[in-house]
């Protein structure tokens, strides 16, 4: 594997004028961005629908995709919206998400361009093609007729067909605007890495669907849920209350939902990272009545058998493996028997003083390095935040040793970048060297979180020279 390096930005973050970053032209302006700082990769997180918090983690379907990342001016250039509704959606600020605004307008503006669709034939063809699709578009329908309950309690089979069309409208658009992007992407030398959560939401068409893949008694409610024990960052473990999978059941028919999940990631992306990867080898299990994941226990996973299948799936996707948090020797040795590149992030590397894997020169080739990742700190929040022994120990170790330590900033990539890692990625925020003001998401925080957007000016302040000699001198240039 090449020495590359990349960025990590969600598509949300993306500047733009409709309250969220989408598919449109400024999406490929990130990438010419990109490609003039000889950046090999554009890592995003995942495209599903958010959650009530905004949290993409939590969605209605694994397959299908986010209704904002839609873009409004080729829906416009399209015909199906018109100048004013156009004009009326323009946001009002450019640097958040403006999610309220969203829930309320965004849909039934998508609602109204559906009925303008003069491609039905093409729509209907995209969503006979792809069963899981047509499966959400579905649920979600159901979803509208019964009072927007979850499927557990639902009562109504009249389903409105102008509102199920919708869906499947929405699901077209997005999936033809991404393919518009990939292929400009790899056409421009920049490779797209895409981000799988392992587990699915309780109320999702996934579950829905195949109610017998999921550990459910008769009434539908998880017997099992998911989530990771006590941590660095929660006191209490994280309860995430996704399903656990019925890893038995998946077994019989030799875990044909996966390889369908797989096979449909690989053609969005050139990449996958598989989150919460150490859940394959062995998983958190939560009895479904706590309210903590205090009291889980650990359960083994699936392995090898599921990591083939991914293989199969996959292609010539690369495959990413999330191996963070409480790693055991036996989550080493299948992250090492699957071949799968692992990830080493730099903050962690200085916690607790000790040797740790995630110490620049611990870094095994075949590992993707970052500074953080979405759940972390900026890198200037993390250098602000440290208590000062350990500040002068990391900046010791990358080799600055006096001055204003915001001067340390270019030491620490610059220790990423020469590092033995294949592929070193940093979030957008630290090629602007922003601060926690600007962090995406807090864990075990429901406010505030992935709301951050930059502005194209913030873009182009960047010193795109800057990253290309990095890339020139540690042989990271593609």
């Known amino acids: 594997m090449a020495r590359t390096s990349g960025v990590l930005m969600h598509i949300s973050s993306l500047y733009g004028d409709y309250s969220i970053g989408s598919f449109g ?3 490929k302006e990130f990438i010419d961005f990109l490609k003039e700082c000889d950046f090999s990769y554009w890592q995003v997180l995942p495209f599903c629908m958010a959650d009530s918090f905004n949290s993409p983690y939590q969605s209605y379907s694994a397959f299908a995709g986010n209704p904002y990342f839609v873009d409004l001016k080729i829906l416009h250039k399209k015909g199906v919206i018109t100048d004013e509704q156009l004009k009326n959606s323009y946001q009002n600020t450019p640097y958040s998400c403006e999610y309220a605004r969203l829930y309320e307008e965004r849909l039934p503006l998508l609602f109204e361009a559906s009925k303008k669709c ?9 969503v006979d093609e792809n069963a899981e699709i047509s499966a959400f578009c579905m649920f979600m329908a159901k979803k509208e007729a019964n009072g927007q309950k979850p499927w557990q309690k639902w009562d109504n089979d009249e389903i409105n067909p102008e509102i199920l069309f919708m869906w499947q409208f929405i699901q077209y658009e997005f999936f033809v605007q991404w393919a518009e992007i990939k292929m400009y992407a790899n056409k421009n030398g920049i490779k797209i890495i895409g981000d799988m959560p392992i587990y699915v939401s309780l109320d999702s068409a996934d579950v829905w669907s195949n109610q017998k893949l999921f550990c ?4 539908g409610k998880p017997t099992k849920v998911a989530g990771v024990p006590p941590d660095y960052f929660c006191a209490d473990g994280q309860l995430w209350g996704n399903p656990i999978y019925n890893w038995e059941e998946m077994k ?9 999940r797989i096979s449909a990631m690989a053609k969005m992306f050139d990449g996958i990272r598989i989150d919460h990867f150490r859940g394959i080898e062995a998983y958190w299990s939560v009895d479904g009545d706590e309210t903590t994941a205090k009291n889980g226990r650990w359960e083994k996973g699936p392995g090898m058998e599921l990591i083939n299948v991914i293989k199969q799936n996959a292609g010539n996707c690369m495959i990413i493996a999330e191996d963070l948090g409480e790693i055991t020797e036996e989550v080493n040795a299948l992250v090492k028997q699957s071949g799968f590149p692992g990830m080493r992030v730099f903050q962690f590397g200085f916690i607790d003083g000790s040797d740790s894997t995630n110490m620049p020169h611990n870094y095994p080739k075949n590992c993707i390095a970052y500074t953080g990742t979405h759940d972390n700190n900026t890198l200037l929040g993390y250098l602000w935040e440290l208590d000062s022994q350990r500040k002068k120990d990391m900046l010791s170790y990358c080799g600055f040793f006096g001055g204003n330590f915001e001067d340390g900033f270019d030491y ?3 220790t990423l970048w020469r590092s033995h890692a294949d592929t070193v990625i940093l979030p957008v925020q630290d090629l602007l060297g922003y601060g926690s003001d600007t962090r995406l998401n807090t864990p075990g925080s429901a406010e505030g979180n992935w709301r951050f957007r930059i502005t194209k000016e913030q873009l182009q302040s960047i010193n795109k020279e800057k990253f290309r000699e990095l890339n020139r001198l540690y042989k990271r240039k593609p």
Do not use: H
């Open 25 to 27: 032209d400024n999406a």
């Open 118 to 126: 003069n491609y039905i034939e093409q729509v209907k063809k995209f």
């Open 216 to 219: 459910l008694d008769n009434e």
């Open 252 to 260: 019989k028919d030799g875990y044909s939902w996966w390889g369908r």
């Open 412 to 414: 620490v990539l610059r």
